[in-house]
């Protein structure tokens, strides 16, 4: 009843038995990548009306917030056909097959065939999708506009120089209205919550393949510090998750 879609690409906890068979650490390390609890913590929307499509496969397992090309060539076995070797998040280790965890362990023990990367991205990247490409469309559809909030957390040692509790990213303005942008800051502002724009984090590839405001499709990504609702080195929820939750 609300033409607003949050999705969770990062938050899945499923860890299929093939992963856990070839990776070379422990599942802790592995959960490193996950902005964790982050579908808990916009689970809410639904009773406001908007949609909340939440991941559930692990982002260890294949990164839906990537470009199905972002893929490293030295992690298989045969050279991909389509490849972004180029791509920063590539070269970091953390493309659509990431490399390492969010510690910066290497995950695998052996090095993976292309099928392998395929199968993954048919089962779960473009499901995944296809969904949330129907959901703008339906959303467009029914209420003329459709605005996507792209759900994620950071770490407390990623927030650059001033030390932001919530970045927005808009892609410098590009994926969304600048109303959206305004409203979404405002409103965390007056929560009490120190909000930067774009800078250490600008809207990844959900933000860039669904804001298009010039046919009034809004993508806004906000990203949480992590430290305000888990304890980093557990990943267990703190006392500041029931404040998080009700806030966002």
């Known amino acids: 009843t609300a033409p607003l879609i949050f999705s969770s690409p990062h938050s ?9 068979a070839d990776t070379r650490i422990g599942l802790l390390s592995l959960r490193r990548s996950e902005d964790a609890y982050v579908d808990e913590l916009f689970s809410g929307a639904a009773a406001h009306g908007a949609c909340v499509l939440s ?4 982002r260890a397992y294949v990164d839906l917030n990537r470009d199905p090309a972002e893929l490293d060539p030295d992690m298989f076995s045969e050279r991909p056909a389509r490849s972004m070797p180029g791509s920063a998040r590539v070269q970091a280790g953390l493309g659509a097959i990431p490399r390492v965890s969010g510690d910066g362990q290497a995950i695998y023990r ?29 959303t467009r559809d029914q209420f003329g506009c459709a605005v996507l909030i792209d759900c994620h957390s950071m770490p407390s040692s ?12 808009d892609r410098f303005g590009v994926s969304c209205h600048p109303s959206v942008t305004a409203l979404a800051e405002a409103t965390l502002r007056r929560l009490g ?5 774009n800078a250490p984090f600008a809207g990844g590839h959900t ?3 669904y804001g298009q405001p010039s046919v009034h499709s809004h993508a806004l990504q906000i ?20 404040r998080v939750r009700a806030d966002m």
Do not use: W
Request: avoid cysteine; charge should be positive.
């Open 12 to 20: 899945g906890r499923r860890y299929p038995a093939d992963l856990l």
């Open 55 to 58: 991941a559930a496969i692990a």
């Open 110 to 138: 052996r090095k993976l065939s292309l099928a392998e990367a395929e199968q993954r991205l048919a089962a779960y990247y473009t499901p995944y999708h296809d969904m949330l490409r129907n959901l703008m469309s339906e």
């Open 158 to 169: 990623a927030r650059g120089a001033h030390a932001p509790d919530i970045v927005l990213g």
């Open 193 to 197: 919550y120190r909000v930067a724009r």
């Open 207 to 209: 933000t860039q393949t």
């Open 223 to 242: 990203e949480i510090n992590r430290a305000l609702y888990i304890d980093e080195r557990t990943l267990e929820r703190t006392q500041g998750f029931a």
